[in-house]
Nanobody
Framework: QVQLVESGGGAVQPGGSLRLSCATSGLTFSIYAMSWYRQAPAKERELVARITSDGDTTNYADSVKGRFTISRDNALNTVYLQMNTLKPEDTAVYYC?????????????WGQGTQVTVSS
């Protein structure tokens, strides 16, 4: 059974930092690209950051470039999202995603989400 469990969310003041973790089990973590998505109230889920299976390539939404850093530890089957200089507009539920494609078949797994609230 595949499980993705996010942790590290919480409430923080603007300008603060949080580090999210997503611990995985039940999958071959090292072959999956990992991503963080977020969904704010009344908004669609959006991609925040992605890292390739080998960790060599990362991509970020324009809104978080220079503030957020995605990383992974394949030995611990865990992906991280370091979030600095947080803004109120970063408030959302953050979801971890694992993605692997075999020819035309896509394997996608999601965590349950962790709430991040940025407010003074």
């Amino acid at each position: 059974q595949v499980q993705l469990v996010e942790s590290g969310g919480g409430a923080v003041q603007p300008g603060g930092s949080l580090r999210l973790s997503c611990a995985t089990s039940g999958l071959t973590f090292s072959i999956y690209a990992m991503s963080w998505y977020r969904q704010a109230p009344a908004k669609e889920r959006e991609l925040v950051a992605r890292i390739t299976s080998d960790g060599d390539t990362t991509n970020y939404a324009d809104s978080v470039k220079g503030r957020f850093t995605i990383s992974r530890d394949n030995a611990l089957n865990t992906v991280y999202l370091q979030m600095n200089t947080l803004k109120p507009e970063d408030t959302a539920v953050y979801y971890c995603n694992a993605h692997h494609r075999v020819i035309t078949w896509n394997y996608d797994y999601w965590g349950q989400g962790t709430q991040v609230t940025v407010s003074s």
